[in-house]
Nanobody, 116 residues
Framework: QVQLVESGGGLVQAGGSRRVACAAS????????MGWYRRAPGKQRDFVAA???????NYATSVRGRFTISRDNAKNTMYLQMNSLKPEDTAVYYC??????????WGQGTQVTVSS
């Protein structure tokens, strides 16, 4: 089992920056890939970014160039640095972790609100 806890959400003005974090605990040795999804009000949950254990990253087109995903393996924490935020980035951000046994674990989510 892997437990994930997000933090860092809040209110930010358009054009500003915010960093959200996802702390992992439990069977962290089994984690291969970690990433972020988000769910905007009234919309489905969409992929945002992912990072492999080797540091290979992938981004949704809508955030590429503005968001940066990273991992600090020593702290068992993943980060999403969000710059040039837009009102349409307003969403609940969920982190996830994929394990070698093909299980996916989710955090509880953290709200990011971008005001115009």
């Amino acid at each position: 089992q892997v437990q994930l806890v997000e933090s860092g959400g809040g209110l930010v003005q358009a054009g500003g920056s915010r960093r959200v974090a996802c702390a992992a605990s439990g069977s962290i040795f089994s984690i291969t890939m970690m990433g972020w999804y988000r769910r905007a009000p009234g919309k489905q949950r969409d992929f945002v970014a992912a990072i492999t254990s080797g540091g290979v990253t992938n981004y949704a087109t809508s955030v590429r160039g503005r968001f940066t995903i990273s991992r600090d393996n020593a702290k068992n924490t993943m980060y999403l640095q969000m710059n040039s935020l837009k009102p349409e980035d307003t969403a609940v951000y969920y982190c996830y972790a994929d394990s070698r046994v093909l299980a996916r674990y989710w955090g509880q989510g953290t709200q990011v609100t971008v005001s115009s």
